[in-house]
């Protein structure tokens, strides 16, 4: 692991040198098209560009390294990609692995004035093999939001009141979130989900479910075939209905499942990414219906 993550450091390193020729260019389009007037804040991935803009709001301009519609776990940057980390102010991702090629880029930063900020950090009792998708517990993803409100605090001081009333607008959602999930899990008369992949863990420990996955945490590989026997039969054991599959993976393995079983596919967007622009508070109560028709 370690020979692997010296040769990603020397290869950006390398990629860096190169860019540094270019004019900067973010991951989100030309320097020309910056807006110089507003806090730079470079991003990982989808989620992470949600959070900034809920707290940043008209204040930030924010670029997101990672396409929409690519898998964070997938994402490789380029020269170009990472060029315009040379004026951002902050860069925000989510660590505990979510991002495999994340070490690169910090090599980049690091001895610069860039305030980083590793968002899953700020998440209390979280351990180096934890599910990474920890935002999908709204206290968890509140407690990401704090940290990305300190960090643009520190950066832009003279707006620290503007951040501060949307962090307090965003406790409110979380609140009113976490209690409408609450309210729903109450009447659930199930509480086990059949996942495309592990990525629902802190979902579940936060409203009292189980969640059994098809694929792992980064979803790269097919389930050996004892692994789906073990998943059919317990569909079948317990009468489940539904499974879960979500927008940026591929369907095939989820609707063999459902084929084999005839489980109804419906959609648990783990909010890695988004096609349409939807924030993070629209896909969890979108998440939440998908899980009140699923487990009623």
Not at 35 to 49: G, I, N, R, T
Not at 66 to 92: K, R
């Amino acid at each position: 692991m370690n020979n692997l993550m010296n040769k990603l450091i020397k290869k950006f390193a390398v990629l860096f040198t190169a860019a540094a020729v270019i004019s900067a260019v973010s991951g989100c389009g030309a320097a020309s098209e910056k807006d110089s007037s507003k806090l730079q804040v470079y991003v990982s991935f989808y989620a992470m560009q949600s959070f900034a803009e809920e707290i940043g709001g008209d204040k930030v301009a924010v670029y997101t390294l990672c396409p929409t519609g690519t898998e964070p776990h997938d994402f490789e940057p380029t020269a170009t990609d990472i060029a315009g980390l040379s004026d951002a102010d902050v860069f925000i991702y989510n660590g505990l692995g979510m991002e495999p090629w994340i070490y690169s880029i910090n090599d980049v930063t690091a001895g610069t004035d860039v305030i980083t900020v590793e968002a899953a950090q700020a998440v209390p009792n979280i351990s180096e093999d934890y599910d990474p998708h920890v935002w999908l517990d709204p206290e968890n993803a509140y407690a990401q939001m704090y940290a990305i409100a300190e960090a643009f605090m520190q950066a832009d001081s003279e707006n620290s009141d503007y951040y501060a009333e949307r962090l307090a607008d965003c406790r409110a959602k979380i609140d009113k979130l976490t209690d409408d999930y609450k309210k729903a899990a109450k009447g659930f008369s199930q509480n086990t989900i059949i996942t495309s992949h592990r990525a629902y863990f802190c979902l579940c420990n936060a409203f009292g479910l189980n969640q059994m996955a098809i694929n792992g945490v980064d979803n790269s590989e097919d389930p050996s075939p004892a692994h789906m026997s073990e998943v059919e039969s317990f569909i079948e054991a317990n009468g489940i209905k539904y499974i879960f599959s979500e927008p940026l993976s591929s369907t095939a393995v989820v609707d063999a499942v459902a084929s084999d079983t005839g489980c109804e596919v419906l959609i648990l967007d783990p909010f890695e990414g988004s096609a349409d622009g939807k924030d993070y508070f629209t896909v969890m109560y979108e998440n939440l219906d998908a899980l009140s028709r699923a487990l009623k």
